[in-house]
């Protein structure tokens, strides 16, 4: 079987590699075990110097890196650069801080001593998806390391380049061999991956169809999951809101990866007050977007990954326009080879149309009108998804409330862009997933949280 990397902005095939066979598969898996044997042992201190290096590697090569995303899932230079740079800071923020995220925690109990520790469980099983093909695999990969685990990856298909030099980097860095590795297969070898006894848990970033085969392959034997699914974010702009500000961030959130983002803006519920204003405003923002190649400069948006995701989603806006939503930009599928989409809003928008009730994965937005406040909220939570959320209003303390108690997602920002951060957890409900990465809490998740109990 050979895995195609193609580039989506002129859909060229840039080179094919020969997928692992299954014995070869095991064979990596029992490496990595082995791997794992010593790893676990090794110090804070030994764990901390090898990501610190890793994080060297990433800003090294991050011009490198960018070049590669670029021309394997159309991500702009300069969007990529900064994937770089953040997967660089993660690896640092866990050679940090790891040590004292894990330490024992001394419980005062009857017992002469009594404590928790955490300790590392073994090698997780990564199954990333091709958006953010460098930050989705670090934001696990450096908690993984840092708690003493080992890795295996299998990455999407469609970035076989990226998995590979991420694999490199690892190895440039120092860390022992094996303790990490990519496996280059198919969807259709993850259940078998799964059922590998020295598999211990899985994280995976992706659909919620692929969430669901993992999560009841995973279930099925008793092995940890954490899921990040998709997304359907809104932004809800309230009267009192700075509109040029709202409009501007939410143009950048619904832009961020050409729209191909989990956490991306995606529904924007406006009070009626300030509908017609912040539609002005957004249409405009919108409109001065640039799309094209991405790798040349001043560029904004590059192709959509795939042909067959730009052809979805198109089908997706001429139904929800079918259902009476108004297009007020772009919604053309663009000539010429690529899959290129333009930057596309949507009005009317109501529930039971594509726009209302699916995540749309590119540059498409969905404006939704509100009689008021309680109307607005009870309209950003009439979803399956609950990823992220924000609130805009000058009133910092009604919108700090409305965040906290009122939104339902797993992040609520107020007056700004919803994004992930090493130093917050980050992860959904409903249908975008359960568990979490990055912070504290993210390491937590694939550690065993041992009690000791001294009599």
């Not at 939704?368 to 910092?396: C, M, P, R, V």
Request: glycine share 8%; aromatic share 8%.
């Amino acid at each position: 079987m050979l895995i195609s990397s193609i580039n989506p902005a002129n859909n060229q095939v840039i080179k094919q590699y020969n997928a692992h066979t299954a014995d070869e598969v095991a064979k990596k898996i029992n490496q990595t075990h082995q791997a794992w044997l010593q790893w676990h042992n090794t110090s804070f201190q030994e764990r901390s110097a090898l990501l610190h290096k890793l994080a060297e590697q990433l800003e090294t090569r991050k011009n490198e890196l960018a070049h590669l995303m670029a021309i394997e899932m159309g991500k702009p230079l300069n969007q990529g650069i900064g994937e770089a740079e953040k997967c660089a800071a993660v690896c640092t923020y866990y050679a940090d801080n790891a040590e004292s995220f894990l330490a024992d925690q001394l419980i005062e109990t009857e017992a002469s001593k009594s404590f928790v520790t955490f300790q590392p469980i073994g090698t997780v099983l990564a199954v990333m998806p091709w958006n953010f093909p460098f930050w989705q695999v670090f934001r696990f990969l450096a908690p993984a390391l840092a708690a003493g685990n080992c890795g295996v990856l299998k990455h999407a298909s469609n970035v076989p380049g990226c998995a590979l030099i991420i694999e490199e980097m690892v190895k440039a860095a120092g860390f022992p061999a094996h303790v990490f590795q990519t496996l280059l297969v198919g969807a259709d070898a993850v259940e078998q991956i799964i059922e590998h006894p020295y598999i211990k848990a899985v994280t995976l970033t992706g659909s919620n169809g692929a969430g669901s085969k993992v999560a009841a392959k995973a279930g099925e034997l008793i092995k940890k999951t954490v899921l990040e699914l998709g997304g359907s974010d809104a932004y809800v702009i309230l009267a009192d809101a700075d509109l040029d500000h709202a409009a501007h961030i939410c143009v950048e959130s619904r832009l961020i990866n050409g729209g191909q983002s989990c956490i991306a803006a995606k529904r924007f519920i406006v009070v009626k007050d300030a509908e017609d204003e912040f539609t002005r405003l957004f249409v405009d923002k919108m409109a001065a977007k640039v799309m094209g190649d991405p790798l040349q400069g001043g560029v904004d948006i590059g192709p959509q990954a795939r042909v067959n995701l730009r052809d979805q989603l198109h089908q997706q806006v001429e139904d929800s326009i079918a259902k009476g939503a108004k297009l007020l930009l772009g919604g053309k599928v663009c000539g010429g080879p690529g899959a290129y989409y333009p930057p596309t809003v949507l009005s009317n928008v109501k529930k039971g149309m594509p726009a209302f009730d699916e995540e749309l994965f590119g540059p498409v937005a969905a404006i939704i009108s509100a009689t008021d406040e309680a109307e607005a909220i009870a309209l950003a939570n009439d979803s399956n998804f609950g990823l992220g959320a924000a609130i805009f209003t000058k009133d910092q303390a009604r919108g700090e409330h409305i965040a906290a108690t009122q939104l339902e997602a797993g992040s609520c920002f107020v007056n700004a862009l919803v994004k992930s951060d090493p130093r917050l957890p980050f992860g959904g409900i409903k249908q975008s997933g359960y568990g979490r990465e990055l912070g504290m809490f993210g390491i937590h998740e694939f550690v065993n949280i041992k009690t000791v109990f001294v009599g």
